[in-house]
């Protein structure tokens, strides 16, 4: 079983919905979480990160986390076409330790 | 600033061969990290270096190699490659690590094909 797992997907979606993203985790030791989006052909970029639980906002992103479950989220509000890519969901116990991937989710949002 | 960039972009080999891809950070990292992505198996954490040492590695076998220079400039290495080598390898530097405040800036990737 992976340490990370992350529904593949394809997600498809009108313009305009929200769309939720998830995560599970089983290594209680992860503090750090942290949300990537990858257009294609173009090496992932950070959207978000988060320490240990709580929410953490910033503009139409919506992080989530839920330590006693193991269970992170992302939320998009007003979808757009731009939003069109693969979401990866990554984790670390610190700072300076590696990052575990999910192996992401391919989001596609329709006009 | 001028991003991560690798090279090269596209390679192709044959099985048993070895092969070296380079990258070079933003300047001022002193944090690279490796990567392997493949469509199975997703991001896989390789190794990372931060100032020229070695600080964390992945589960890879040793046929995976890598190393950091003094100006941050950083390569790895795969020998006798075989065909599950076949993957897009990508390098990301940082300031001061892979995670937590520190961005991670990812460059677009060697798309290596082994034959």
């Known amino acids: 079983q992976k340490e990370v797992e992350q529904d593949p997907g394809p997600l498809s979606v009108p313009e305009g919905a929200i769309v939720s993203l998830n995560c599970t985790y089983s290594?209680?030791?992860?503090?750090?979480f942290m949300w990537y989006r990858q257009y294609s052909r173009k090496g992932p970029e950070l959207l978000m990160y988060?320490?240990?639980?709580g929410n953490k906002e910033d503009g139409r992103f919506t992080a989530q986390v839920d330590k006693s479950s193991k269970y992170i989220s992302l939320f998009i509000r007003d979808s757009q076409p731009s939003d069109s890519a693969t979401y990866l969901c990554?984790?670390?116990?610190?700072?300076?330790?590696?990052?575990?991937f999910g192996t992401g989710t391919r989001l596609q949002v329709t006009l | 600033k001028a991003g991560v960039t690798q090279t090269p972009r596209y390679l192709i080999k044959t099985r048993g061969q070895q092969v070296t891809l380079s990258c070079s950070p933003i300047?001022?990292?002193?944090?690279v990290s490796w990567y392997q992505q493949t469509p199975g198996q997703g991001l896989q954490f390789l190794f990372e270096?931060?100032?020229?040492?070695?600080?964390n590695k992945g589960n890879f076998p040793g046929r995976f190699s890598g190393r950091q220079f003094s100006n941050s400039r950083s390569e790895m290495n795969v020998s006798t490659l075989e065909l599950g080598d076949s993957a897009l390898y990508l390098c990301?530097?940082?300031?001061?690590?892979?995670?937590?405040?520190?961005?991670?800036?990812f460059g677009p990737g060697t798309r290596l094909t082994v034959l």
């Open positions: 300047s001022g990292h002193r944090s």
């Open positions: 290594n209680s030791a992860f503090q750090y």
């Open positions: 270096y931060f100032s020229e040492t070695q600080r």
């Open positions: 990301a530097s940082s300031l001061e690590g892979p995670s937590g405040g520190n961005e991670q800036f």
């Open positions: 990554a984790m670390s116990r610190s700072t300076a330790s590696k990052l575990t």
């Open positions: 988060t320490y240990s639980s």
